[in-house]
């Protein structure tokens, strides 16, 4: 049988590049190599597209970029084309691709940029299309979507940069505290604050404007935040649902990614009931943000049991311990098949 060419996206323009190399790296080891011809397209911090024929230790060490391994490419939205277009000792050369995993976490690749480039280029692509990507990058956007659809959102205050501090701090002011200041299109709790008072909200809205020109101010949702790994296009199935244990705190950049004092429960600590309800819900905004392929839906359980949305990522941290695929292994999908069903859904799909 002919290998199918997947070429990964890696890296990205995007605070969350060191996240990507990560997922990226766990994604090559464990993809099916019989089924699958891979080709890496390297992303730079600075936005510099390489094509790396190299080693995956240079990726984990972040020296891919400096190797005689990577040359200058970049996809072509050429539709004739469909591929890849790499200079190599100053010969052009064109690759064909058959489909495109982005495993590119935050702005500039999970946000609908890269995916608007794909829909051009006509190649299928892993994950959301570009409407339902920039729609859930955008934490304003997201919660008045499933706010218009049912769902609780927490209260929240939506501010530009040219918004008047006084008169932004003062529409605060029925939200109480700890109160959460965010960049509206971030990820990895890059640019958050929880902001225990006044002063600490000036900086955390001066923190969260360095990150976006939009920025959310949320009020505490009481109790613990959970997640649900959805699959699919139309017909979705869903993870066991996870809990995040927080000892302090928030489950900041720092606890996300060593687990120092927080803690993951995978099944999540709860009744079956209440675990339904939440998968349940976790289908309906999928369905409600026209997600396909794949993503993980993070909400918060209330002390009295109410389910609130928080924000669904289109391309979840993807290493073999993050929460999305150990949510899938829970209910019996083994890693390297999540990889194999997200591709066949990607073709099946079409661009
Ligand atoms: N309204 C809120 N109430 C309670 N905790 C929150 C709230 N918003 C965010 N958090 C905490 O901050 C973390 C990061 O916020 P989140 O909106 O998920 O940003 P990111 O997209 O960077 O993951 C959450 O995982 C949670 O611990
Ligand atoms: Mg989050």
Redesign the pocket.
């Given at each position: 049988m002919k290998k199918i060419t997947v070429a990964i996206l890696f890296g990205g323009c995007s605070s969350e590049y060191e996240v990507s190399l990560k997922s990226m790296s766990s994604v090559l080891e464990n993809i099916d190599q019989d089924k699958y011809h891979v080709i890496l397209i390297g992303i730079t911090r600075e936005g510099r597209w390489l094509r790396y024929d190299g080693s995956i230790d240079r990726i984990l060490d972040n020296s891919w970029h400096q190797s005689d391994d990577s040359v200058p490419a970049f996809l072509s939205p050429c539709r004739q084309m469909q591929g890849i277009v790499a200079l190599n000792n100053g010969t052009i050369t064109t690759t064909k691709i058959d489909v495109v995993f982005p495993v590119l976490h935050g702005k500039n690749g999970e946000d609908g940029t890269v995916q608007g480039l794909l829909e051009l280029a006509g190649i299928p692509f892993v994950g959301c299309h570009t409407l339902s990507s920039a729609i859930c990058m955008d934490?304003d956007f997201a919660h008045i979507l499933a706010n218009s659809s049912g769902i609780k959102t927490?209260r929240?205050v939506t501010a530009f940069k040219n918004t008047n501090l006084d008169t932004l701090i003062s529409a605060t002011k029925t939200l109480g505290f700890?109160l959460?200041v965010?960049p509206a299109k971030?990820?990895?709790?890059?640019?958050?604050t929880?902001a225990q008072n006044t002063a600490e909200l000036i900086l955390g809205i001066e923190k969260a404007f360095s990150h976006d020109n939009k920025v959310v101010i949320?009020?505490?949702?009481?109790?613990f935040?959970v997640g649900c790994a959805v699959l699919g296009n139309s017909d979705v199935i869903v993870g066991e649902v996870d809990e995040?244990e927080?000892l302090h705190?928030?489950?900041?950049?720092e606890e996300?990614y060593s687990l120092t004092t927080a803690l993951i429960h995978v099944p999540a600590r709860i009744e079956k009931e209440v675990a339904e309800k939440i998968k349940e819900t976790a289908i309906h905004l999928y369905q409600v943000f026209g997600c396909r392929g794949f993503a993980r839906v993070?909400m918060?359980i209330t002390p009295n049991g109410d389910v609130?949305f928080?924000?669904v990522?289109t391309i979840p941290g993807f290493t073999t311990k993050s929460r999305y695929p150990s949510m899938l292994s829970s209910a019996g999908l083994s890693y390297t098949e999540v990889i194999d069903k997200l591709i066949s859904l990607a073709m099946e799909e079409g661009y």
């Open positions: 934490k927490p929240s700890p959460y965010k971030e990820g990895s709790s890059n640019g958050i929880k949320e009020e505490n949702i009481p109790g935040e995040i927080l705190g928030f489950f900041n950049y996300k993070d918060f609130v928080n924000e990522n």
